[in-house]
């Protein structure tokens, strides 16, 4: 069993995707990681000599410190993090075991460079609907939880990433988009090499609710109304994406471990 300062890779698993998941650290030295320059879901790099540095803006006041074997280095920066107050955990056998357990991993030159503490920066067209809020809910929950996103007119999102140095996404003739009959969390999926069976559930329904196919999943329908009726309950773009990001949240929870239920009215 694993110590009260440990968590298992199936345990972490469960709790990443979700809203509460705590902030996962990746310490490798750069030889190890250079060895397998990929990245738990959701995971940041971090120095582990700078180990003073890192309980500084961790959510929920948790995290979980990874190393290549979960063994010296790991072990070192959570007992540090523990002095600060920060509830820290150790992954058992490290990067090597979650990679030995099957789990997702994240290929690192996939995520855009952010320059800065506050996280990758992602420019679109305003007044989301379905794809633009489905791809930033992917991202802060899978791939960088600190990432923003720039809401503009549509005719001035290339200018605004030039000029930002933000990443454009779903928006014509740029990397992150729709590819043929794919939309743009499709392509996502695909290029982070998130395609657990939950995800792909929830593709199929964004799909059909981004292009009227309600042939490729019944729930699309009603992700399209209640998309549309968040864009009407909301003029501000951030704070329809922070409403829409727990309406994804309960979509992925049903995808994850509810598809099997239905509901009935008990008997009298």
């Known amino acids: 069993m694993p110590s009260p300062t440990e968590i298992t890779p199936s345990q972490l698993s469960r709790l990443i995707g979700t809203p509460n998941a705590p902030d996962i650290v ?8 250079n060895d397998d320059p990929r990245l738990l879901p959701g995971a940041r790099r971090h120095t582990w000599t700078a180990h003073d540095a890192l309980a500084e803006g961790i959510p929920n006041g948790r995290a979980v410190i990874v190393c290549h074997k979960g063994l010296k280095i790991s072990q070192g920066v959570a007992a540090h993090l523990r002095i600060a107050g920060i ?22 030159d996939r995520i855009p ?5 506050d996280g990758s ?17 992917l991202i802060r929950r899978f791939v960088d939880r600190r990432a923003r996103f720039l809401f503009v007119a549509p005719s001035e999102v290339s200018a605004v990433a030039e000029r930002f140095a933000a990443t454009p996404f779903d ?9 043929g009959d794919r939309c743009t969390f499709d392509t996502m999926l695909e290029e982070f090499c998130l395609g657990t069976e939950p995800l792909s559930h929830m593709a199929a329904i964004v799909r059909g609710a981004d ?25 501000d773009d951030l704070a329809q994406l922070d409403a829409g990001l727990t309406l994804y949240d309960a979509l992925y929870r049903w995808a994850r471990d509810a598809r099997g239920e239905s509901h009935d009215r008990p008997a009298h």
């Open 26 to 33: 990746d310490v490798r030295t750069d030889e190890d990681f």
């Open 211 to 235: 292009s009227n196919r309600w042939d490729l999943a019944p729930q699309a329908a009603g992700l399209l109304a209640l998309s549309l009726g968040l864009s009407r309950l909301y003029k």
């Open 113 to 117: 460079a952010s320059g800065n503490a």
């Open 121 to 137: 920066l992602w420019v679109t067209r305003h007044r989301p609907k379905i794809d633009r809020i489905a791809c930033p809910w």
């Open 87 to 108: 509830r820290a955990e150790t992954l058992v056998g490290g990067f090597c075991g979650w990679r030995e357990a099957g789990e997702s991993l994240v290929p690192a």
């Open 171 to 179: 928006i014509r003739d740029v990397f992150w988009s729709h590819r």
